[in-house]
């Protein structure tokens, strides 16, 4: 049956999401689409409840939180573009022993066929109900395919040479058990309980198939919390992803989708550049997870964690004036004589520029899971980044902050993952469809 | 300095929690209250933002999540009639080995401060800068004594026969070193930053005198998720709290709160009915860790389920008919002979009417902490519940369900507390103030 659902453009949410901007927005109007049930309903009730059997009056379109919906068909998938929501399920999947290639075709054809559902606001095959009464809530869900699934599956002349493992940097402290896997799945929505909702189902429908690897919930800012479009703020309480490439950027779409017809060669059969053609549209997503060791740097003054950054910590501007999206003077000296970014400052070693024009999108949450028994918080942030190359993206940014980032002491990188993310499915497919039918 | 906060009623919040009853509404209009940076801005421009010292010209007042707004001082304190918020902190603490009765009063009175200032969208002390950009977003800080907050502080004498040690039940496996407690603290917010915020806050500004003891994290559905004003859902699809006293019932106050003058004859110096004067306006709140065993739980069909609940799954009526708030008939018997809403039925057992009147108002979060390393969800429900005397509150309803509740195989309770939260502090007072300096 499906839930409400009631027309609204999701334009507004996260500002710092790109989807906001002209063109790539994937949002659309629920309108009729969703009011399938109407005629058993009561006048002005929305579809979902009449469906349920409810004769209850008091109930009125959605137009706000859940109403927000992005659709699951499309070049590419969806929670890349998206806005960001307010929470977040990461989840990873081994295959099962003696699960090959057709198990795994089987398993993306009912995950995709369940995320189409959920996301249009649907219940899914063996529906849990926690989900009833909400609207779509922006979820989205993304699939992505590891290094081991290509072995796994038989397909090793097909895996790209972008999967190749991630070099190793001097400050990880990575914990194999929540790293890595076969399968990843990323979940998002406006509502926990429709978060919840989805992560079960797709828990459920891995079967016999495949078992849970790790799994890791994330959170960002709710919509409508914060009254000026800025970028997110992450739990050090630095505004975060100021430099993120925007949609409008000329070289957006070749610095982070593979390209409609790739070349067709960066295979783990033919080495070369690019990406093979089975990712058309796809993308490539790192996954680290990011502890913060805030007890020392919350002992920081003010003046130190912005020495630390480089920006501003009340607006993200930089040292050297003006808002958030001015360009830093990286050679302005102050009085002393002494720049006024430090050298080791995060926003100068960081910067695109300073890196070969390395490019990615980052949509992270943050995380916090309690404590860590010993007393400091187990909190951080579940870097996601995207680019159509890592070696291109993420590596080299990364290896200039392991080698010099004067955040470097605040952070810890416990846990990594690097996966190929297919394009959209088409209507009627499944995500990895052209790699598993190729 | 001041976070943005506009002038928004906070009417519209979760439909579960009972403030929306007339004559209750514990929300504000923060209008002029916010805008003391007001001169130095922009026109037009949110006083946070200015007093930031942002030039940025895209802000606007806060219209919606971020704009609600919770009072601290009041007869009661807040977070037991306020509706409930999308996410949640449970803490507690134990007083530091050393500390007693004047470190005790003085950690109250800065948490108070700080509660106060964070509720009002202002910084804190030594702030993080997390929060910045939001507005309170609901939130509320809730602070409790449990049993051995007495003896820490020499204080046997004032304590409640109330907080008496629960009975033990057998479906109990309680970890102890999750449950009760010197000290409790409840967070509540609309925003997960927000929340966490003001988390790290009370949690540095226990300095010396009081150590973590337990911690958990919650969450409810997101205020707009849902179009129809109705009761919340919990994790296992269930609509949750239906038969909620309401603040219109004519003995509401006197079931959930201590009297204005109570008696002061209920302590453990001179037992006896009612509670200390120290409590007056305060109620106690019993915190139990219910997990959900929903591997099992979901495998049943919606009609196993709903012959365990009484209810129908969709919108939570009565097996007998009518709606969401329709009386069940508990004699109705099916075309077969027997009770349509059987005789273990969770939603006979747990009426109040079936336990002397026993009446508790629940206010709970979901949780979800990820698997429990066996391959199962560890999630459930972090129950609160709040009432003037736990044993005619809580304590015989769950005699009932300990002994023939149809639920009980499928929930197990880890961990419990019991807490005597004091009403609410006075302009310049705090918490507690006249127990410790009674």
Redesign the interface.
């Known amino acids: 049956m499906p839930r409400?659902g009631?027309s609204r453009s999701g334009g507004t949410g996260d500002p710092a999401g790109p989807a906001s901007q002209p063109g790539v927005t994937r949002r659309r109007l629920l309108g009729t689409a969703g009011a399938t049930g109407l005629a058993l309903g009561a006048v002005g009730t929305?579809a979902g409840?009449a469906a349920?059997?409810?004769?209850?009056p008091?109930?009125?379109?959605?137009?706000?939180?859940?109403a927000e919906t992005a659709v699951f068909h499309g070049k590419h998938q969806p929670g890349i573009l998206d806005p960001m929501q307010?929470?977040g399920h990461l989840m990873a999947f081994d295959l099962a022993p003696g699960a090959g290639r057709k198990e795994a075709a089987a398993l993306l054809r009912r995950w995709s066929a369940t995320a189409e559902r959920l996301m249009a606001g649907e219940s899914s095959a063996?529906?849990?109900?926690?989900a009833?009464?909400?609207?779509p809530?922006a979820l989205t869900v993304t699939f992505g395919l590891g290094h081991s699934f290509f072995a796994r599956t038989g397909l090793e002349k097909q895996r790209p040479v972008a999967l190749d493992p991630l070099p190793d940097f001097s400050s990880d402290r990575l914990d194999k058990a929540r790293s890595d896997g076969d399968l990843w799945v990323q979940i998002g929505a406006?509502?926990?309980?429709?978060a919840?909702h989805a992560l079960?189902a797709l828990?459920?429908e891995a079967g016999s198939a495949a078992?849970?690897r790790w799994?890791?919930?994330g959170?960002?800012?709710?919509?409508?919390?914060?009254?000026?479009?800025?970028t997110a703020?992450?739990?050090?309480?630095?505004v975060d992803g100021t430099r993120n490439p925007k949609p409008s950027d000329p070289d957006f779409q070749q610095r982070i989708f593979v390209p409609d017809e790739p070349s067709g060669t960066g295979t783990a059969e033919v080495p070369g550049g690019g990406s093979p053609r089975w990712m058309a549209g796809g993308s490539y997503a790192v996954v680290r997870r990011i502890r913060m060791l805030?007890d020392p740097w919350?002992k920081l003054s003010?003046t130190e964690q912005e020495a630390v950054m480089g920006r501003?910590?009340?607006?993200g501007?930089p040292l050297t004036g003006g808002?958030?999206t001015t360009e830093p003077d990286l050679e302005k000296l102050g009085p002393d004589g002494t720049l006024v970014i430090p050298i080791d400052a995060h926003a100068r070693i960081s910067r695109p520029d300073q890196n070969g024009g390395a490019a990615m999108l980052r949509r992270p949450f943050?995380y916090?899971?309690?404590?860590d028994g010993k007393?400091a918080?187990d909190?951080g942030l579940l870097f996601i980044c995207w680019q159509a190359d890592p070696v291109r993206g993420f590596v080299p940014v990364q290896r200039k902050l392991d080698r010099g980032d004067a955040l470097s002491p605040f952070v810890r990188h416990e846990a990594s993952g690097l996966f190929a993310v297919p394009g959209g499915a088409e209507r009627g497919g499944y995500v990895g469809q052209a790699l598993l039918e190729g």
Chains 1, 2 share one sequence.
């Not at 008091?58 to 859940?66: F, K, R």
Request: glycine residues 14%.
């Open positions: 409400p009631a929305a409840y349920a059997g409810s004769g209850d008091d109930t009125a379109p959605l137009t706000s939180v859940g307010s929470r063996s529906d849990t109900g926690v009833l009464d909400a609207g809530s406006n509502d926990g309980l429709v919840f079960r828990q459920k078992r849970p799994e890791m919930t959170f960002n800012r709710s919509p409508g919390a914060t009254a000026r479009p800025m703020r992450n739990l050090m309480g630095q805030l919350e003010v501003h910590r009340s607006d501007s808002g958030e943050s916090h899971d309690g404590s007393g918080p909190a």
